[in-house]
């Protein structure tokens, strides 16, 4: 186990790629994706203190692309469209070369809750944000030290 700290070895996000339904998408400029506990409220007789249980949790995300095409745009109009959710899987790879291992996610059923018809500013270089939420993921390789 390392117990020094060396400052080469801190991620940079430059070194990240992603995939959508196995495309990778190189216009990616950056990716969240959080998992967020859910709790209930329990009341336990004589004690005024706020106690919670675990009751679930909630996935959610955004993907902030550099605007280069319509895909993700048209792939959720199209579904929308036809009465359907945009569902997708998402691969995230970080890896560092500088880093002590690679982060790899994947996320099974990210629906997609956005698409932005049309978003533009004069003499400013266009993005894209698609949020999404989802239930299943996998964390398929973490870095451990």
Same mark, same amino acid.
Request: aromatic fraction near 8%; glycine fraction near 6%.
């Given at each position: 186990?390392?117990?020094?700290?060396? !400052?080469? *070895?801190? &991620?940079?996000?430059?070194? !990240?790629? %992603?995939? #959508?339904? =196995?495309?990778?998408?190189?216009? $990616?400029?950056?990716?969240? &994706? *959080?998992?967020?506990?859910?709790?209930? =409220?329990?009341?336990?007789?004589?004690?005024?203190?706020?106690?919670?249980?675990?009751?679930?949790?909630?996935? @959610?995300?955004? #993907?902030?692309?550099?605007?280069?095409? @319509? /895909?993700?745009?048209?792939?959720? %109009?199209?579904?929308?469209?036809?009465? /359907?959710?945009?569902?997708?899987?998402?691969?995230?790879?970080?890896?560092?070369? @500088? !880093?002590?291992? *690679?982060?790899?996610? %994947? #996320?099974?059923?990210?629906?997609? +809750?956005?698409?932005?018809? !049309?978003?533009? $500013? $004069? +003499?400013? %270089?266009?993005?894209?944000?698609?949020?999404? $939420?989802?239930?299943?993921?996998?964390?398929? @390789?973490? #870095? =451990?030290?």
């Amino acid at each position: 186990m390392n117990n020094t700290f060396n !400052a080469q *070895e801190v &991620i940079v996000g430059t070194h !990240a790629r %992603v995939w #959508i339904n =196995d495309t990778e998408y190189v216009e $990616t400029k950056g990716l969240t &994706i *959080e998992l967020t506990p859910q709790y209930s =409220d329990v009341d336990i007789i004589n004690d005024f203190a706020k106690h919670e249980k675990l009751t679930g949790y909630e996935g @959610s995300g955004e #993907i902030t692309l550099n605007k280069r095409s @319509s /895909k993700l745009m048209k792939m959720v %109009v199209d579904n929308l469209k036809n009465g /359907k959710a945009t569902v997708v899987k998402i691969v995230s790879s970080l890896n560092d070369p @500088s !880093a002590l291992g *690679e982060e790899r996610v %994947v #996320i099974y059923d990210a629906v997609l +809750k956005q698409a932005t018809l !049309a978003g533009w $500013t $004069t +003499k400013e %270089v266009l993005e894209e944000k698609v949020p999404f $939420t989802f239930t299943k993921y996998d964390i398929l @390789s973490h #870095i =451990d030290y």
